[in-house]
């Protein structure tokens, strides 16, 4: 384990020692995976999105996930963060958050407080309050950043909304109306909002669609720099941004119908004869 996650873990003031008795809200990543995934299906209509699949995730990686349309990326995102479920679908199989939180038998508002954070496709920032207001209202209802009942920010929250910008390179727009940004920078913002909950594990669903090429690799550097930070799982189908993130030893997942199709480096699977027939020689 890095020193940075090390330290994040003893801030939140629990232990990952073995045969220790793990305390409330800490994930349990003594093991290696952050996330765990077996055989899972979901089934709409008897069509099955997630066919068996399983797939796991170490404990401060940054995983990139490629695959065609329909390949079942968004719903395994739906199915980790409790958007579909047991309750509302037909799901089996066994999701796991670190060695001990099983995400299947957790509705999704609890999900979210387990430290996973999400990030849709489309940005969902307050357009109407500016940049710095919108940092602000990110940490509303978590405790640590507000001193007292009528909820103002400390100092310490202050100091990391200003981190917050830095690592966003959104210093110069703090006090902007987050509706006047454009396209790349409301969605650092919207990840700047979900670094303020401190997630351990981010997830972000085609994070550059849209975004112009300068914006796309801004993003492959932010995300970068967050490595140490949290774990990451990151789909999209801009392949030079996923070289951006995976570099030449980073594990890439390729998803086809609701499987895993393949998994290496991006030079090896990009190699793989049934990933060229299913993705890449469309
Ligand atoms: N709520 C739902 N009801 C019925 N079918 C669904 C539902 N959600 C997803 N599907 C189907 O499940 C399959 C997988 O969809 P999913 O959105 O997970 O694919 P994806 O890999 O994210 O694709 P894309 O790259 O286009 O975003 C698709 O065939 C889709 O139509
Ligand atoms: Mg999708």
């Known amino acids: 384990m890095n020193a940075a996650l090390g330290a994040q873990q003893a801030e939140s003031g629990g232990t990952t020692g073995l045969g220790r008795v793990m305390e409330p809200g800490v994930i349990d990543v003594s093991h290696g995976p ?3 995934l077996e055989d899972v299906t ?21 995983r990139c996930v490629i695959g065609p349309n329909g390949a079942g990326k968004t719903t395994m995102m739906d199915v980790i963060t409790g958007k579909t479920g047991p309750r509302n679908a037909n799901v089996s199989g066994r999701v796991f958050l670190g060695q001990s939180i099983d995400l299947m038998r957790m509705t999704e508002p609890k999900i979210a407080q387990t ?3 999400r990030k849709f496709q489309k940005p969902t920032v307050f357009e109407q309050h500016e940049v710095w207001e919108n940092l602000e209202l990110a940490t509303k209802g978590d405790k640590r950043w507000f001193t007292s009942l009528r909820a103002r920010l400390g100092a310490q929250g202050h100091r990391r909304i200003e981190e917050t910008l830095a690592l966003t390179g959104l210093e110069d727009e703090a006090y902007r109306p987050a509706g006047l940004l454009s396209h790349g920078q409301k969605q650092r913002l919207e990840i700047g909002m979900l670094l303020m909950q401190q997630p351990q594990l981010l997830l972000l669903d085609e994070p550059v669609a849209g975004m112009t090429d300068e914006e796309t690799m801004q993003l492959a550097k932010l995300l970068n720099s967050l490595r140490g930070t949290c774990s990451m799982m990151v789909v999209e189908h801009d392949m030079e ?19 895993v199709l393949a998994e290496g480096t991006l030079d090896a699977v990009k190699r793989e004869e049934r990933v060229i027939e299913s993705y890449l020689g469309r």
Request: hydrophobic letters at 50%.
């Open 34 to 36: 952050i996330l765990y």
């Open 42 to 62: 979901v089934q709409f209509d008897g069509f099955r999105a997630l066919n068996n699949l399983t797939l796991s995730i170490d404990h401060g990686e940054l």
């Open 115 to 117: 430290g996973i954070g």
């Open 241 to 259: 941004f996923v070289a951006a993130l995976a570099g030449d030893a980073g594990k890439v997942t390729v998803l086809a119908e609701g499987s």
